[in-house]
């Protein structure tokens, strides 16, 4: 079982940066590639970045690629998403995700957390 709690949301203007976090319970964080997915109100939820288990590997979606990073700590159990050059369309709550497989459809992300809301202003 991993329990996830992100923090780190806020307001924001366009152009600005802000760090997500999200920690993780249990001992095994380190068996789970984690996510960042995202969802504006009246739109599905879309998918950000990942990383897999040990850091090495990250992929992300052509709207954040080059403004966004993700990383992990699995000393701390904590993924983070560093958000650079944030635009208005940036606006959503965030969730983080874990499951077993790297770059997992949405649908085989066993555990996600709460959110948190980033809103960007103009």
């Not at 806020?10 to 969802?39: D, H, I, K």
């Not at 879309?46 to 403004?67: L, M, N, P, Q």
């Not at 790297?102 to 996600?112: E, F, K």
Request: some cysteine.
């Amino acid at each position: 079982q991993v329990q996830l709690v992100e923090s780190g949301g806020g307001l924001v203007q366009v152009g600005g940066s802000l760090t997500l976090s999200c920690a993780a319970s249990g001992r095994t964080f380190s068996s789970y590639a984690m996510a960042w997915f995202r969802q504006a109100p009246g739109k599905e939820r879309e998918f950000v970045a990942t990383i897999s288990w040990g850091g090495g590997s990250t992929y992300y979606a052509d709207s954040v690629k080059g403004r966004f990073t993700i990383s992990r700590d699995n000393a701390k159990n904590t993924v983070y998403l560093q958000m650079n050059s944030l635009k208005p369309e940036d606006t959503a709550v965030y969730y983080c995700a874990a499951a077993l497989m790297y770059r997992s459809s949405p649908h085989d992300y066993n555990y996600w957390g709460q959110g948190t809301q980033v809103t960007v202003s103009s």
